[in-house]
C-alpha cells in the first residue's frame, strides 16, 4: 500500500487513468535489473527510481572516468574514481529515499545473471559490449523475463523489448552471435544526449511492463537517427530455429 506522502509524491502517475493507483503500486513491488551505469543506465536507473521502483539492482564494475561525464548524468565531477555503483546508488538514494537499492560490482557471468534474473521482473540492457548482451538474453529467455535492449553509438540509437510473450523474439533471434564483437562502445564517440533519449525510451518500456499500460515496443526495432532527427522501425519476428529461444 502507497503511504500518504507517496500519494502525493507519485500524484502526477496517478492521475493518468492507465496508471491510476493500483499501477503505483504495482511499480513499487517491483523489482528491475539495470545492466551498467553508464550512458543508458544513467537515466534508466534516475527515471526508475523518481518513478518508485520498489527494488532497483544496478550492475557495474567500473570506475568513474572523467570521459564519462559527458552523457553518464548520474555520475558527476565528485564521482570520479568511484565504483559507478556506488555513486550511482547515491544520486538515486538522494532522488527517492523509499526505494531499496542494490548494487553488484562484480563482471556478470552466466552464473551472476542466472541467479538475479530468478529475482527481478525485468532486465534493462544498458551495457556497452556483446558478450554481456548475448549472456543477458540467454538468462532472460532461460527465466522468461522481459528484457529491454538500448544501444547507442554515434549519432544513432536502437531500441527492442524482447521475450515479452512467448511469441516475442529473443535478443538472438536478431543478432548471430558472430556480430561484430570487437565493436565496443567505449572506443566509439557518441553524442551525448542521444544515450539519454535510447535510456528514457528504455525506462518508459520498462514502466509500461510494469503496469501493462499501452502497448509494449515488442516485435520490432526502433531505430533513432539523430543526425536527420528521425525514427524508423523494423519488425522483428521471432526465428523457429534461434539457438536460444527456438522449440
Ligand atoms: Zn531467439
Known sequence: MLTEQELIHYSR?????????????????????????????????????????????????????????QRQIIHNLNSIGQNKVDSAQSTLKALNPWIQVTSIKQKLGDQELDDLLSKVDAVIDCCDNFKTRFAINRAAVKHQKPLVSGAAIRFEGQLAVFNYTDQSPCYQCLYQPDIQLDENCFDQGVLSPVVGTIGTLQATEALKIITAAGQVA??????????????????????ANCAICGA
Open 13 to 69: 502517475h496517478i492521475i493518468l487513468p492507465q496508471i491510476d493507483e493500483a499501477g503505483q503500486e504495482k511499480i513499487k513491488q517491483s523489482k528491475v535489473l539495470v545492466v551498467g551505469m553508464g550512458g543508458l543506465g544513467a537515466p534508466v536507473a534516475m527515471y526508475l527510481a523518481a518513478a518508485g521502483v520498489g527494488h532497483l539492482y544496478i550492475a557495474d564494475h567500473d570506475q568513474v572516468e572523467r570521459s564519462n561525464l
Open 218 to 239: 515488442d516485435g520490432r526495432l526502433l531505430i533513432y537517427d539523430a543526425l536527420n532527427g528521425d525514427f524508423r522501425k523494423i519488425k522483428v519476428t521471432k526465428d
